[in-house]
């Protein structure tokens, strides 16, 4: 089956360096995606790793190993405004032959940034 | 230029009812997802719509409906509304319906059924 696991919350300072952490279960991947959600608003969509290794883009990374399952996204400097929810979710290529783009969520990790 | 846009943002109905949700993707965009977020879950996938055909569907009963129009919106039907369909409704556009495109997602429906 399909399965996606990652901490469900945790507290860093801020200015702060924190490791969101997300493993995963499927046997169609293709992409793992990162995106940020603030109490009552959408999802925002934040990296995209397809192949291993680390994308960067400004105060954010994302890390991926296909072979272990597992990714990371990891927050630099953090601001008190990066308080939310992360949802780590999964493009699994099974469905449909490939032909539909959907993604699988985790239950995300509540981030709180404490002053 | 405008993000994907749903209305309406907020709905309460009551059992047995029915609904229908509304979502225009970003310009350009030809496919449209429906995703239920229920509170402090992650996102469930319902529906995919590319080119007004259906090309995927979650584990919803049929009590759930979609359809794609010309224009690339789209519109979420459920019927004989139950306590458990209050969720966040989230509509997602990407450019075409297949491919590891980044789904882009709207503001939501709030539904509530009491």
């Known amino acids: 089956g399909q399965n996606i696991d990652q901490p469900t919350e945790m507290t860093a300072t801020e200015g702060a360096i924190v490791q969101i952490n997300c493993t995963y279960q499927?046997?169609?991947?293709?992409?793992l995606f990162w995106y940020q959600q603030h109490a009552g608003e959408a999802p925002t969509f934040l990296s995209y790793?397809?192949?291993?290794g680390l994308e960067e883009k400004g105060r954010f990374s994302s890390f991926l190993s296909r072979s272990k399952g597992y990714s990371y996204l990891l927050l630099k400097e953090l601001q008190m405004k990066d308080s939310a929810s992360y949802l780590c979710?999964?493009?699994?290529?099974?469905?449909?032959?490939?032909?539909?783009?959907?993604?699988?969520f985790g239950t995300g990790t509540l981030l709180a940034v404490q002053p | 230029d405008a993000g994907v846009t749903q209305s309406p943002t907020h709905l309460i109905k009551t059992r047995g009812q029915h609904v229908t949700l509304r979502c225009s993707p970003i310009?350009?965009?030809?496919?449209v997802s429906w995703y239920q977020q229920v509170l402090g879950q992650g996102p469930q996938f319902i529906f995919q719509?590319?080119?007004?055909?259906?090309?995927g569907r979650g584990n919803f009963p049929d009590r759930f409906s979609a359809r794609q129009f010309p224009n690339y919106s789209s519109e979420l039907n459920v019927n004989a509304l139950l306590l458990g369909d209050s969720a966040l409704y989230l509509c997602?556009?990407?450019?075409?319906?297949?491919?590891?495109?980044?789904?882009?997602f709207g503001p939501g429906t709030r539904l509530l059924v009491l």
């Open positions: 310009s350009g965009h030809k496919s």
């Open positions: 790793n397809v192949l291993d």
């Open positions: 979710a999964v493009r699994d290529l099974r469905e449909y032959g490939g032909a539909t783009n959907k993604l699988i």
């Open positions: 499927t046997s169609g991947f293709n992409g």
């Open positions: 719509y590319y080119e007004k055909e259906e090309r």
């Open positions: 997602a556009s990407s450019l075409g319906g297949a491919g590891a495109e980044t789904q882009y």
